[in-house]
């Protein structure tokens, strides 16, 4: 089998003293997310769906929210990682779709500047890199801006 899928998905928490980082982009707004990393859903979304196109786990597995090496680390770093991990096994991106669902800010001004930026530390095109962005029509902790979440789709075709 020359192709393998995976689905990631990640929420994190809105809260009033911390950057807003999506797409390793970082977005102004009143409101941050928190984590122990720098919390950028998306991109923990995307390489969730990396790992699990190989079932490699999860990226907790490889970057656990207890070591302290990876407070406030940029997740574009951990990103590059996984990539690392893929293409040791023999795989390559084909592409990637990616969804953030959050009320506020507009994202949709920052979205090229999120595929570039991913793109280029995968390493892609930025056509291969999808991203879309929706409201949750006020519904929800995302709709209550309680939190941003993130879903993702990855194909990974086989280098070989
Ligand atoms: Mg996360």
Same mark, same amino acid.
Do not use: C
């Given at each position: 089998?020359?192709?393998?899928?995976?689905?990631?998905?990640?929420?994190?928490?809105?809260?009033?003293?911390? /950057? #807003?980082? @999506? $797409?390793?982009?970082?977005?102004?707004?009143?409101?941050?997310?928190?984590?122990?990393?720098? *919390? &950028?859903? =998306?991109?923990?979304?995307?390489?969730?769906?990396?790992?699990? /196109? #190989?079932? @490699? $786990?999860?990226?907790?597995?490889?970057?656990?929210?207890?070591?302290?090496?990876?407070?406030? *680390? &940029?997740? =574009?770093?951990?990103?590059?990682?996984?990539?690392?991990?893929?293409?040791?096994?023999?795989?390559?991106?084909?592409?990637?779709?990616?969804?953030?669902?959050?009320?506020?800010?507009?994202?949709?001004?920052?979205?090229?500047?999120?595929?570039?930026?991913?793109?280029?530390?995968?390493?892609?095109?930025?056509?291969?890199?999808?991203?879309?962005?929706?409201?949750?029509?006020?519904?929800?902790?995302?709709?209550?801006?309680?939190?941003?979440?993130?879903?993702?789709?990855?194909?990974?075709?086989?280098?070989?």
């Amino acid at each position: 089998m020359n192709i393998r899928i995976g689905n990631g998905y990640d929420i994190h928490r809105l809260v009033s003293d911390r /950057a #807003l980082i @999506l $797409g390793g982009v970082q977005i102004p707004h009143e409101l941050g997310l928190l984590g122990h990393s720098d *919390a &950028d859903v =998306l991109t923990h979304a995307i390489m969730d769906a990396m790992l699990g /196109a #190989l079932s @490699l $786990g999860d990226i907790g597995h490889y970057f656990p929210p207890t070591d302290p090496q990876w407070a406030g *680390a &940029d997740s =574009l770093v951990l990103l590059s990682q996984v990539d690392q991990l893929i293409r040791n096994q023999g795989w390559q991106i084909g592409n990637i779709d990616s969804v953030v669902v959050a009320e506020r800010p507009k994202l949709k001004p920052h979205i090229k500047t999120m595929r570039d930026k991913i793109a280029e530390v995968l390493r892609l095109q930025p056509h291969q890199v999808g991203i879309k962005a929706t409201t949750n029509e006020k519904l929800g902790p995302e709709g209550r801006e309680e939190g941003i979440s993130a879903y993702a789709v990855v194909l990974l075709v086989s280098s070989s």
